[in-house]
Each structure stands twice: as C-alpha cells, then as structure tokens.
C-alpha cells in the first residue's frame, strides 16, 4: 500500500494498473457520497447560521445590515429567552431524574430469568413507535383540566381540577410525562445490555458471602453500569435539550397556543427558536439563539466527555474488582447521537 | 468520544445468558410479574384508550369510570379526520419520505461503513474522527440556512424533495454500519476474492453488502422510524395541502379551535400510528436488539 500511483511502473500490463488504480481510489469513492452531503446538508446550514446571527435579518426580506453581536446581546436580555431557558432546564430535570429512576429499575427487573422475556421487553418498547407529535395530541387529552381520564379521577373524588395546561409547573409536569413516557422502556433497554453484561459469577460469589438482593443491586449492579448510566443521562440531556413537538402541541387547540402555552410557561428553548424565526420573522436572532443552543449542547458533550474519561482513568487503577467486566458493561451501549 | 470508540468491544463481546442458566439469585418473584404488568399496562394505555375515544363519540372522553371497550364509531372518526385534513395524500407522503430517506442512509452508509472497516486508504482513521465527531452535531441547528436555501434559491418549499434532501445521510450510520462490518468480514475473504480476480465494485457487492444485511435491516428500521415521526423540519417546509403524517396530525388536533371533536382527532392520531405499530409488530425483536447492541435515539 507504499506505492503511489505511478502510471510508469515498469512490467505492469494496462489492466493491471487499472487494478491498482481501482484499489487506489474505490475507498474514496465509497465515503464520498457521505462526506459531501453530509458538508452539504449538515455541516454548511450550522456555520452559516453564525453568519446570520450577525446581521439583522429578516424571514422575507433576507439580509440587512451587519449588526455584529448585537443579536446575541438582544437575545441574553430578553425575558423571554430566560423564560425558555428556565422552563428547558425545569422540563429537563422533570424528565430525566424519574426517566432513569424508571429505566434502571425496569432494567433490574428483566435481567431476571423472566418467562415470555421477549413480550415484556416490546410492551416497554411501545411508547419508542409513537411519534412525539401524537404522543402530544393523546397526551393533551389525558392531562386535560375539563375532560379525559385524570381529570374524571380527580372529580370523583371530589378535588379541584388540576389546570394542566395553564399552571407552570403542572404543564411542566405534562410535558415532561410525555418524554418520560416514549423514553423510559427505550432507556431501560439499554441499561439492561449494560447489567446482562456484568459477569454473573460475582453476583453468585456475592450471594455465597450472604448478600441479599437489595445489597447486591446497589453494591455490583448499580457500580458496574456506571458508565451507561452517565451515557443515558447525557444523552437524555441532550435530548431534552431539543424538544420541541411535545410543548408546541400540547393543548394547542384550546389555548391557540403556538409559543408553548398561554403565557409561555410551557416554552422551550427550540420553541423560542421557531417563535422568533418563523411567526416573528427574524432570522438574525433565531440564529442568535441557535447558535447560544449548539454552545451549550457542546458543554454537555464536553462534560460528556470528561465524565468519561475520568471513568476510564478509574477503570485503570489497580483497584481490586472486576475492571474488565466494567469496561464491558460501558461498552455494552455503542456511542450515542442525537440527531 | 471515548465511550463511542470502547464501545465497539460490547457489540460482540457482551454475554448472553439463558433462561435455562437462571441460578436462585435472580429467579423472578410474583412482585417481578406484577411490576411487569403493571407497566405493560402503563405502556399501552394511551394507545388503547385513543383507540376506544376514536372509535367512540367525543362526549364519551367525559365518562366516569374511564371507557375501556371500543365503540362502533372508528371507521366514521376516521373518515371525519380524512375529511378535515389531507390524511390519504400525507400517508402517501410520509410512506415516500421515509422511503426514501432509509434506502440512501442504508445505501450510502454501507458504503461507506465498509470502505472504513475493511478498506485501507491514506486518511482512513483521520476520516473517521470527523465521521464520529460529527454525530455529535445536533444539525437540528442549522434548519435557518437550510430555509433559506429551500425556500430562496431552490424554491422547493412545499415539495416532498424539501424534506427528503435533508435526510439523505446520518454520521451515526456510517458509525453504525462501521462497527458492524469490522468484525463480520474476516480481511482473508476480500484477498481471497481480489486474486479471483474481483474488483472493488465487486468486492463490495458480493461480500461486503451480504454480510452487512442483517445491521442494513436493524440501520433500516431506526431510519425509517426517524424519518416517519419528524416533525419540525416537514412543519417548516411542507405545507398544509402537501403534508406528512405528522403535519397533517398537528392540523388536525388544532383544527376544532376551543372546541375540538377528540374521537376525531385521536381516531387520526391512531392511524398516525397505525403503519409504525405493524412494523414494531413484524420487527420489534430486531429493534431491540439494535437498542441492545447500541442504537441510537433518532
């Protein structure tokens, strides 16, 4: 593979440096179609979106005038960008800590020797099949204040309705309930591929030194997956970041809501982007703002990123305990994207 | 990025333990199965109760206890759904988009998933990185320049093309599809079938594309889930008399204003279902083991 592509090699018949030049270049052929359209499609619209954040720009009127930073200065002193900041972080840590809460617990649950194994782990997978668009519009009436299964709970017992969609931390609540539900199973999937792969003779060994159930969950299991947790958690954030269908549809009917809620109490921040970039028409600080989004996703990556090395270090230190099987069950779930 | 890359041992690495070597220690107690159903329960509630206010009238939504048996009224609601909303053309749509959309990301990921894992070339671990640093990139980002160019210079706002350019490769399946392939091909076969006399086109069609079937099948599903439950980038440039599924539901749940008809609005979105059910149904053990072995969210 040292040699280049000389078309004088003495001895070497026509079809032979076709050969070579087949091999040569076939490689180069075949990642092209990914790497140009991905330039295209991917890479181009996130860099020329800084380019617009730095001039006013509007939907139809396209390019105004260089305006510098000024766009990002705008969007850091407005109410509303806080607003959707706080409600994304909020919505953020409503889903997330009861998500893998659910997730390691289901998991622990089918790493048993379960009987119809396979229908348990589908039925957990349901919610992953409905699209989060629909997940809003059955959602909306379930968390209804009027009508629907929980608000009929609540009359038959003679409460007060729970004002779903106008309360700020019960739409939070609502909102963050249709995330849960569609990732929960999908998570707990993942972190079980991570516990099947802890070596079980250290739960039996455990088990002969007398540890009971509860102590070896938190003592093997809980220790071993780690790593996968962490790479749910990110994930999950990264993820919870970017919502969008589920606070634009919820209630969307009742309320004419298009900005997440009445009185935006339910707007996230992709919300924001699409209120300032569509039904108010600026592209300059719509792109302010996805651009101040691709920044703290990349932090996340970055804390993603160290959280796991420092892991790895750990996994190299001559501690006692199994490093290689940890090494496995951080392996057991392949790299994650959100895409 | 170092999860990503140690990742690749857990694919073919990882334990698989049977029923039949359940030791006393993790034998499952009726709390297991209760806890079980109770979730199965949980998981297929709001599909099933959809499914009952859709084949019902909308004042049943009201009823105390919760309707649980299905009425006579589906076919109607649903009829009514298609009459408020351009269902039939946004099925015919989404079918076409995400069509499209799984077969180039299937294609042009084996592709170049096999020149990576079995092909040697100047750049090749530098190319890599830049695949794997880029799934990182949320393109969700980057929808403003891509309006721009859909709307001003190509002018294919409103047409299926719009959507579907777009989708047309993900970093993550080329990741995926690399992963898959750096272990199945042993390198001797791709000797074996160079001194036969294969070239690269040949090499790549009759060993590599056979091998990587069962991950293209797994690739597959996930792209075309992806691509039928999108929802914000169709909601920019489709409009409402070319929509997909998604599109046409948001309509659709927005379309009786203060008052809407819920049997129809949850009849439409249990046929926005519908097509992604029948597949979990023929396919969910394939999904699960994608999940398992490390997909992705998409």
């Known amino acids: 593979m040292t040699a280049t592509v000389a078309p004088r090699v003495p001895g070497l018949t026509f079809r032979q440096r076709m050969s070579r030049f087949d091999v040569k270049l076939s490689p180069y052929l075949y990642i092209s179609p990914f790497f140009i359209l991905f330039a295209l499609i991917g890479l181009f619209p996130i860099i020329y979106t800084f380019n617009v954040s730095l001039y006013d720009w509007h939907l139809l009127k396209g390019q105004g005038d260089f305006v510098g930073l000024a766009n990002y200065t705008d969007v850091l002193g407005d109410a509303l960008f806080w607003n959707a900041f706080g409600n994304t972080i909020s919505i953020f840590v409503l889903s997330a800590v009861p998500q893998l809460v659910f997730a390691v617990i289901i998991a622990a649950v089918l790493d048993q020797a379960l009987r119809a194994s396979t229908f348990w782990r589908m039925s957990i997978l349901l919610p992953y099949i409905v699209a989060p668009v629909a997940v809003a519009v059955i959602f909306t009436q379930i968390f209804s204040q009027f009508n629907g299964p929980i608000a009929g709970f609540f009359t038959s017992l003679g409460l007060e309705p729970i004002r779903w969609s106008f309360d700020v931390l019960p739409s939070h609540i609502a909102v963050a309930s249709m ?13 079980l591929a991570a516990m099947q792969a802890v070596p079980r003779d250290l739960y039996e060994s455990a088990a002969i030194d007398g540890a009971g159930r509860i102590r070896r969950f938190w003592s093997i299991t809980i220790p071993m997956i780690r790593p996968t947790m962490i790479f749910v958690i990110i994930t999950a954030t990264i993820g919870s970041l970017q919502i969008f269908a589920e606070p634009k549809l919820f209630d969307q009917g009742s309320s ?13 921040l992709v919300l924001y982007l699409y209120e300032l970039a569509f039904p108010r028409r600026d592209f300059g600080h719509a792109s302010a703002v996805a651009w101040l989004l691709f920044l703290l996703i990349v932090v996340f990556g970055i804390i993603n990123f160290l959280i796991s090395r420092t892991i790895a270090a750990q996994d190299n230190s001559p501690k006692r305990g199994a490093r290689r099987a940890r090494r496995t069950a951080a392996g057991a779930t392949v790299g994650g994207t959100q895409s | 990025m170092s999860v990503l890359i140690r990742s690749t041992e857990g694919m073919t690495t990882a334990p698989r333990r049977t029923a039949k070597k359940a030791r006393a220690y993790d034998r499952p107690g009726p709390f297991s199965y209760a806890l079980l159903i109770a979730l199965f329960t949980g998981a297929a509630f709001p599909l099933w109760w959809s499914f009952v206010i859709g084949s019902r009238q909308a004042s049943d939504i009201n009823l105390v206890p919760v309707a649980l048996v299905p009425g006579p009224n589906f076919l109607t609601n649903v009829a009514k759904a298609f009459e408020t909303v351009n269902f039939g053309q946004a099925l015919v749509n989404s079918v076409i988009i995400a069509g499209t959309i799984t077969v180039s990301v299937v294609f042009f990921s084996t592709l170049a998933g096999f020149a990576f894992a079995k092909l040697k070339f100047r750049g090749r671990n530098g190319l890599l990185v ?4 880029t799934m990182a990139i949320p393109t969700q980002l980057g929808i403003i320049p891509l309006f721009i160019l859909m709307s001003k210079y190509l002018h294919w706002t409103g047409t299926l093309g719009a959507v579907i350019v777009p989708g047309l490769v993900t970093a993550f399946g080329v990741f995926f599809m690399r992963q898959y392939l750096v272990d199945v091909i042993p390198d001797e076969l791709i000797e074996a079938a160079r001194i036969d006399g294969a070239n690269m086109w040949g090499v ?12 293209m099948a797994v690739l597959g599903l996930f792209t075309f889930m992806a691509a039928w439950t999108d929802f914000l980038w169709p909601l920019l440039v489709l409009g409402p008399t070319n929509p997909s599924v998604q599109t046409a539901l948001a309509a659709l749940s927005a379309a009786g204003g203060h008052s809407p008809d819920h049997s129809m609005v949850l009849a439409g979105a249990v046929i926005s279902v519908l097509p992604l059910l029948l597949l979990f149904l023929v396919a969910g053990k394939q999904l699960i083991a994608g999940i398992m072995q490390g997909a992705v969210k998409g």
């Open chain 1, 256 to 268: 004419g809501n298009v900005y997440g809620g009445s009185n935006r109490q339910y707007q996230t």
């Open chain 1, 179 to 191: 995330v849960n539900w569609r990732w929960t199973g999908y998570n707990a999937l993942i972190l």
């Open chain 2, 204 to 215: 790549f069609w009759h060993i590599g594309v056979p091998a990587a079937r069962p991950a």
């Open chain 2, 130 to 133: 830049a695949v794997i640093v």
